[in-house]
């Protein structure tokens, strides 16, 4: 993909939702704005990795807080670009390119959003390779890369850089930055040159986006399997199929957290719960944990294959659970404490699926 | 008072902290910070309102949080001087003056560091007349000045700008980085030119809290009485006095909140009840009002005319409690919709002293 037009968009919004792994934000809002800005300021020219100079000035934008309340407390137009700009003044320099911080939901459309508004190609890249819920869990943390001078706007015109010892702290500050902006908010963070963009980001994010988006449109035209679609392209395997039959679900200090449990179809007697914290977590079969950060666990509609993120959660949805593999540097031990299950309060080494 | 030199700053530290009417945070820690300061860099030059430029880029200082924590975690030798200098980075101006966002405790000490450090006028003046425990409560938000942009450091290295639509906007941002930062924190807000400062500010505060504390240490050692020369210098009224019987005192919010109950002494039967929000908002005598904010309401100790902080009053001390009045602008309809009984909750009209 060289370029991303009002027609890629929607392939685009359906495959990032998947990478999501449950989170990154209902893809919907972003959707609407991503085709409001590419309309008024036309197609977003996408560079690859390996086309970066070396000397680019990349600033990755996202949204952050609750996506529980990004559905419902919609961004104003200009939000993000105000993000990237107060960043770009306060750090004096002028952005070559925009970037994300990480692939999923509303986050990979975000920086179409920027990258239109401000006349500026966008990398076709991700921090991630997925969602996580904290600021510090990318992989640049990993490179040396640091978060701030970060920049947080929310829709009402309330602004702040912050600067941080750490990228836990840029984590920390943002955060209650975010309650106080109601939850959610804008972020422009890790600014960074090509190089370290190069070495750091997970690539071709916004192409397989587009690819997995495609893939479920056209299996679902052709009346195939869209969910076995996505397994197979994203080298992952499907863990359960059942009907949703709670969920526990709350938004506490920033994020929605809770757990779903499902119930097997077609016979099966199994139970699978799912454990999340804006993404998922941990998914749990009959009592043992059979996938878990930092591998991506993906919660799709069993019949459409759309992508079902964990504040759209309810009762009586028939979903596919897959789990797939995250880029291999997140099981480094250096990864793992970053955002293995550890971090997240479970006290069990990763449980991956074999690439 | 042309200049301050280590000689005065006992002198100021106990009359600001008179001013502090119960808070603005215990100056001891001030005066030590401010004691180190001038030693290295020399007496710091007052300016007075009457003498400002009015193309003057005065840049106020505080130490913003609890007074209860302020008094335990110590900030570090150069942490206000790297929020002034992060706020005139962001603001790409030079500073001419540093000023005191407000009179009291630690307030009065903490923008004598400033103006050392960074060799630089102090002007002789605050943006209250008193401390009041919110970032809105200032009279230049009166007078449209805008408490952002505005910087916040930590001891760490942790630095935030804050750039907001209001100054509650301001407050409820800077109280939740404030809090992060371990419930205290460097501030410089309300930068102002010399004209909005000459309109807007108290003048005289820095001389008038070393008059004060002058005033005590000499009425001390004539054996006269230290706390009715404080009365008559402020235009006060003795309240009552009384031995502190009941402290209930919590740090919620980023604040310490909470009520204090003296019993009369001397064959008084009466008692006066203290709530304060790090200042004293009321006084209660016998269940009903005899004093409340804009008006100043301060504890001294009875005997040696010492002010006592909110955060160190404790069961036995013998107070003098005194009120006397506030700026006469803190009376308007807009100072008492900030900064009046209401605000802080209590549906009362205020109850002031007479001039």
Not at 34 to 44: F, K
Not at 71 to 81: G, I
Not at 125 to 142: C, K, S, Y
Not at 193 to 209: D, F, H, I, K, Y
């Amino acid at each position: 993909m060289r370029e991303i037009t009002v027609d890629d968009l929607d392939d685009l919004a359906r495959g990032a939702a998947i990478l999501g792994t449950g989170g990154g934000g209902d893809p919907y809002i972003g959707r609407l704005l991503a085709g409001a800005a590419v309309r008024e300021h036309g197609p977003v020219r996408l560079v690859t990795l390996d086309e970066l100079d070396p000397e680019a000035a990349v600033l990755p934008v996202a949204m952050m807080g609750a996506p529980t309340v990004m559905v419902e407390k919609l961004p104003c137009a200009d939000q993000v670009a105000r993000a990237a700009e107060m960043l770009s003044a306060y750090l004096g320099l002028e952005p070559t390119h925009i970037a994300c911080d990480e692939a999923g939901g509303v986050n990979s459309l975000i920086p179409v959003v920027a990258a239109a508004q401000l006349g500026l190609p966008l990398v076709d890249a991700d921090g991630m390779g997925r969602a996580f819920p904290e600021i510090q869990m990318v992989l640049p943390t990993l490179y040396g890369v640091r978060a701030t001078p970060m920049a947080i706007a929310d829709e009402k015109g309330n602004r702040c850089v912050l600067d941080t010892v750490d990228n836990r702290w840029a984590e920390r500050l943002a955060r209650s930055a975010t309650i106080d902006m109601g939850c959610s908010a804008m972020i422009s963070s890790y600014a960074m040159t090509g190089r370290q963009a190069r070495e750091s980001l997970v690539p071709g994010t916004l192409s397989l986006c587009a690819e997995l988006g495609a893939l479920v449109r056209s299996a679902r035209a052709a009346n195939t399997d869209p969910v076995g679609a996505v397994v197979s392209r994203l080298d992952g395997r499907l863990l359960f199929t059942g009907k949703v039959v709670d969920v526990q679900r709350r938004t506490v200090t920033g994020f929605a957290r809770g757990d779903a449990r499902l119930s097997g179809m077609d016979g099966d007697p199994g139970e699978l719960v799912l454990r999340f914290q804006n993404e998922h977590l941990i998914a749990e079969r009959d009592g043992a944990v059979v996938a878990s950060v930092p591998d991506l666990i993906c919660t799709l509609d069993a019949e459409t294959g759309d992508a079902v993120t964990t504040e759209s959660l309810r009762f009586g949805q028939r979903l596919a659970v897959i789990a797939a593999p995250a880029d291999p540097r997140w099981h480094s031990p250096a990864g793992l404490e970053l955002a293995g299950p550890r971090y997240f309060g479970y006290d069990l080494d990763p449980v991956g699926v074999a690439r």
